[in-house]
């Protein structure tokens, strides 16, 4: 059973097109984080949040986490095929051990 | 700055067989990461290393999987003997003391067992 529960599983869309993913628990988490992961590549941090209702903006990347701490979101304005890829939120559980989710698979046409 | 180095990156062994991963953390990173990430999850933790000591194997399988961080920087990860079920990524990860939830990967090892 995941901790963390991302939707959706896949996502593929036409670039220039906005895109919405989610990540979200029962539980509360002291941080949260959002990677990208390349085929054959590690994953890349891209953002963490800490804060409940924190919004944080990184170019056309919009990340939110929610007022309780539970869950989070990340948004893409105007999507680019170097978009692709897959995205992972992970979160703090104790002792600094992440929690991963299985990720959101998204893939920008050109 | 230098990243994570892991290697090899592609192993190929059959079932039953033994394969070791290796892993150099970006320099002053005292806290090491093994994870498995099997095809279509994320990341499992395996193990967790502050400095050359071990904080957390709880998800480790211990009567086939072991690691070592000996002089605290490099680190090796062991599978004897590998069963189907361990054919995965093996990512390295690295973090600094006072931000050990901003962990930086390694590329991975991509290990297939037939």
């Known amino acids: 059973t995941q901790l963390l529960e991302q939707s959706p599983q896949f996502l593929s869309i036409q670039e220039g097109e906005n895109l919405t993913v989610y990540c979200n628990s029962s539980s509360v988490f002291s941080s949260l984080q959002w990677y990208r992961q390349e085929p054959g590549e590690g994953p890349v941090l891209l953002v963490t949040v800490v804060t409940g209702g924190e919004v944080k903006k990184l170019k056309r990347l919009t990340f939110q986490f929610g007022d309780a701490r539970k869950d989070s979101s990340l948004h893409i304005t105007a999507a680019q095929p170097g978009d692709t890829g897959l995205y992972l939120c992970?979160?703090?559980?104790?002792?600094?051990?992440?929690?991963f989710g299985a990720g959101t698979t998204v893939t920008v046409r050109a | 700055e230098a990243g994570v180095a892991q290697s090899p990156r592609y192993k190929i062994i059959e079932k039953r067989q033994s394969v070791a991963f290796w892993c150099n953390p970006i320099?002053?990173?005292?806290?090491l990461y093994w994870y498995q990430q099997i095809l279509g999850q994320g990341p499992k933790l395996l193990i967790q290393?502050?400095?050359?000591?071990?904080?957390?194997d709880s998800q480790l399988p211990k009567d086939r999987f072991s690691a070592e961080r000996l002089k605290g920087v490099d680190s090796t990860l062991k599978i004897q003997p590998a069963k189907l079920e361990d054919s995965a990524v093996y990512l390295c990860?690295?973090?600094?003391?006072?931000?050990?939830?901003?962990?930086?990967f390694g590329p991975g090892t991509r290990l297939t067992v037939t």
């Open positions: 990860a690295s973090s600094l003391p006072q931000a050990p939830s901003e962990q930086y």
């Open positions: 992970a979160g703090d559980v104790s002792d600094y051990k992440l929690s």
């Open positions: 320099s002053g990173h005292a806290t």
């Open positions: 290393f502050q400095n050359n000591g071990v904080v957390d």
